[in-house]
């Protein structure tokens, strides 16, 4: 049984370039949440998909979008890199719509922004 | 907004001994729980969930209660191991984000003395 996979697992980009990550969700897994996690703190919400659609979003800045995929895969897209956007993006994946369902991570993808 | 917090950073235990992690949430609609492992390099691991209709809810090795007259949420762990050394979370959600997003806070280092 698969679990979440993510890729790259690491990644150098300088200011104002533009990122596309990618996650895979665990078999069996219709939903995908994107976290954003910088060193030393917890993981923030960046938004939510499911049937394609962004179901979700927390504070995040338009510069950050993302897309999901018929095979329920799922890309984040940063635009206009800042150095503050260096961090570990993190894939998780649910299964369902209802809420409150456990959501299970990948690795993560480690961005630094030069 | 509002998020979930930690009494302490770092909890240093000797190997064979209970650990109890503690998370204070401040958000009083909250009704589920969840607590993750962090090792470093890697993303968080699911250990345990609790809906806020239960009070105590056990797992391999791993107990977690919740009280919410004080709004307070613990993790035990039996018989520490060093492999148990990692950052824990506490993570929650509430209803009017449809349960969606998990709000982390900022962890707690378990470190496992041999």
Redesign the interface.
Known sequence: DAGVTQSPTHLIKTRGQQVTLRCSPKSGHDTVSWYQQALGQGPQFIFQYYEEEERQRGNFPDRFSGHQFPNYSSELNVNALLLGDSALYLCASSRGDRGAETQYFGPGTRLLVL | ?ES?GLHLPTLSVQEGDNSIINCAYSNSAS??F?W?KQES??????II?I?SNMDKRQGQRVTVLLNKTVKHLSLQIAATQPGDSAVY?C?E?Y?Y???????????TRLQVQP
């Open positions: 907004g979930v009704d589920y969840i993750y390099g890697k993303g968080p691991q699911f969930d809906r979370f993570a959600t209803p984000t449809g349960r969606r997003a998990l709000t982390f806070g900022s962890g």
